[in-house]
């Protein structure tokens, strides 16, 4: 491939050479976010949203708890200012919630933004240009000089308008488009000029945001690029210092944490990442992340499905089954390792939970393979343990006790799991539960056969048991099942040694495990039953069966 044709990130922007602190900085508190679904996810999509899509997701990023929201682009295109006209007019915007309105510098469409928020409480009016070398060159045709003079201009227009509005509370926004690949000392002195001209102030601050508009470079020097202008904005207790990373190279998150780090307060991002190329970076793994590590993200993710079929919906866009947090697969297991991990750290879990004498849903979390706890996020466990051909005796054991309430003795795991590996091999598919228990009673819970239970009875003096065999009848007594059962069996001219036997209560009567060895042959097998007796002497016949048949 010809690699010759393209250059390193050093050699394409100048790297502000500082002494790094953000390394050894941890992330204790969210940053303000920003969803951008509403323009710039939408600038992204084949079919752009309507206004009832909008307003879905508005209201979505509202119930969320976002408390400020990019709501559009209204000059370009009569859907987007209408749908801005229509959030004024209605009266649908939360008190404490601030819209976000998106223009270039140009007068005309500055003027049409002011017009789209008339009669608004409040509002951010956020202003862009780009401002790297080559935007500059081939697309602007502008010096530096004449591109700073440009955007003065443009941001004292945007102040003139929005003295001229009283009604509407303006603050101010500005994003040095391609931030990441323009001169450090340039985007300094553009912002701090706006910084002035705007008379930043902390009652009434500056948002400056800094894009990776495309992504060039690890996300380390991103970092360093946000520590420069961290360190070396004006007024910096008026200025929110903002990120808006893409995802070109696939680590748009890890450029927006590290630019947290790097002193970023504030980050826009689209739900589940959409946007142009590859997206802008997700505000879903972004939030999940720091809830992972105990910090409070203040959204609410609490119905992820709700969430994800809501943005599906409205972007007429799938999420994949294994996007982080939120994808359909995200908490599932199909390998045998993990899935004896997981139920064995499931069980763990409530185990300690009882101990502390606190819900499962309020206990420290701490289950191999899963950061977070499903439930956390609206999904059940039902889907964390899923069976295919990969699958081991753990996720069969896992879901045939949490669907059917059978508690497989330990050797008979290791067995039956081979029954399922060959059934989901010969078929090529996943077993569910269902398909779980109908192969373990077709294994084990031998109904028909030679030998079948024609009667059994319990009283004080012991047990009492019929079979029959080949129509003939045997039966014998005992002061236990296993005496009862194989004294009758050797009646029919069958010996039987019952090696182990396990057992439990289930939901209308009790379940029994046996492994006998019949024949010279050792076989499991399985009964049910309302009595624990009968469930006994079933699971017995139920391995002679089987020994029988081969």
Known sequence: MPHHRYRPAHERVEIPEIHREWPGRRIERPPLWVPVDLRDGNQAL??????????????????????????????????????????????????????????????????????????????????????????????????????????????????????????????????????????????????????????????????????????????????????????HLERRDAVILSVHPHNDRGTGVACAELAVLAGAQRVEGCLFGNGERTGNVDLVTLALNLYAQGVDPMVDFSDIDVIRRTVEECNRLPVHVRHPYGGDLVYTAFSGTHQDAISKGLAHHERAAAERGVPVGEAPWAVPYLPIDPADVGRTYEAVIRVNSQSGKGGVAHLLRAHHGLDLPKALRADFSRVVQDATDRSGREATPKDLLELFRAAYAVEGGPVTLASWTADGAGFRCVLRRNDAAYEASGAAPADAVTAALAAAGIAVEVLERDGHTVEGGAVAYVRCRVAGACVWGAGEDAGAGTAFARAVLAAVNRALAG
Request: charged share 25%; hydrophobic share 40%.
């Open 46 to 231: 084949a079919e752009p949203m309507d206004t009832p899509r909008k307003r879905r997701m508005f209201d979505l990023l509202v119930a969320m708890g976002f408390k400020e929201i990019e709501v559009g682009y209204p000059s370009s295109s009569r859907t987007d200012f209408g749908f801005v006209r229509h959030l004024a007019e209605s009266g649908v915007v939360p008190d404490d919630v601030t819209p976000v309105v998106f223009t270039a510098a140009r007068r005309d469409l500055i003027e049409q933004t002011f017009a789209s928020i008339q009669g608004m409480p409040r509002a951010v009016v956020h202003l862009y240009t780009a401002t790297a070398p080559v935007w500059r060159d081939v697309v602007l045709g502008q010096d530096r000089a004449g591109l700073h003079a440009l955007i003065r201009e443009a941001a004292g227009h945007i102040g003139r308008l929005a003295d001229a509005m009283p009604g509407t509370a303006v603050r101010f926004e500005f994003s040095p488009e391609v931030f990441n690949c323009t001169e450090p000392d340039f985007v300094l002195e553009v912002c701090n000029g706006l910084t002035r001209l705007w008379d930043a102030s902390p009652d009434r601050p500056v948002i400056h945001n800094l894009p990776a508009t495309v992504e060039i470079a690890t996300p380390n020097l991103y970092a360093d690029q946000i520590e420069y202008m961290h360190r």
